[in-house]
């Protein structure tokens, strides 16, 4: 089957610890975004990546980090430096930037 | 820069009504509009994508629309049902940011 998957789905961190979430994905998409939403709120970009080994920040992009080392891989790690990271945090790809998109089952990041 | 706006944040029908959900954006230069669901702990699941060169887009219960001249789509949704009770989001992609901005959302209750 086709699709995106993350890992985990439930995440749960000690303040001042780094996290990685995992998104994959096997539709052969070039564009792969990362997500954050908050209860009762919009999505807000973090970091997207139009290409292989090539990504950029979005709007909220302070205390976290991404690599894209891969097509199929787009991990985003959550810092120490993120104060407030508790939230759904939610992957996509899409063929091109301005091309249907799909998600993920998202990741839910709580701190203890 | 583009902006997305969805009015209502909420609505709540009885069972069998038609409805629609509307999406306004403020920069018509757009390739296309996507609509989408989300269930309450879940992802994103693509509705439809209407393309800048079409008019509507036809999904079983479900009709998008789109003008760009005034800056807006509709979602119809006929003879609703409670399984169909969720947020609604549109997304538009944003060439001169080569990413795409989010609505905040309506979240549609059906009500047997």
């Known amino acids: 089957d086709g699709g995106i998957t993350q890992s985990p789905k439930y995440l749960f961190r000690k303040e001042g610890q780094n996290v990685t979430l995992s998104c994959e994905q096997n539709?052969?998409?070039?564009?792969m975004y990362w997500y954050r939403q908050d209860p009762g709120q919009g999505l807000r970009l973090i970091y997207y990546?139009?290409?292989?080994?090539?990504?950029q920040k979005g709007d909220i992009a302070e205390g976290y980090s991404v690599s894209r080392e891969k097509k199929e891989s787009f991990p985003l790690t959550v810092t120490s430096a993120q104060k407030n990271p508790t939230a759904f945090y939610l992957c996509?790809?899409?063929?091109?930037?301005?091309?249907?998109?799909?998600f993920g089952p998202g990741t839910r990041l709580t701190v203890l | 820069k583009q902006e997305v706006t969805q009015i209502p944040a909420a609505l709540s029908v009885p069972e069998g009504e038609n409805l629609v959900l509307n999406c306004s954006f403020t920069?018509?230069?757009?390739?296309?509009l996507q609509w989408f669901r989300q269930d309450p702990g879940k992802g994103l699941t693509s509705l439809l994508l209407?393309?800048?060169?079409?008019r509507e887009q036809t999904s079983g219960r479900l009709n998008a629309s789109l003008d760009k001249s005034s800056g807006r789509s509709t979602l119809y949704i006929a003879a609703s049902q409670p399984g169909d009770s969720a947020t609604y989001l549109c997304?538009?992609?944003?060439?001169?940011?080569?990413?795409?901005?989010f609505g905040d959302g309506t979240t549609l209750t059906v009500k047997p």
């Open positions: 996509a790809s899409s063929e091109d930037w301005y091309n249907e998109q799909f």
């Open positions: 539709l052969n998409h070039d564009a």
């Open positions: 990546s139009q290409i292989v080994n090539d990504f």
């Open positions: 920069d018509s230069a757009i390739y296309n």
């Open positions: 209407i393309q800048s060169s079409q």
């Open positions: 997304a538009v992609p944003y060439p001169s940011a080569g990413k795409s901005t």
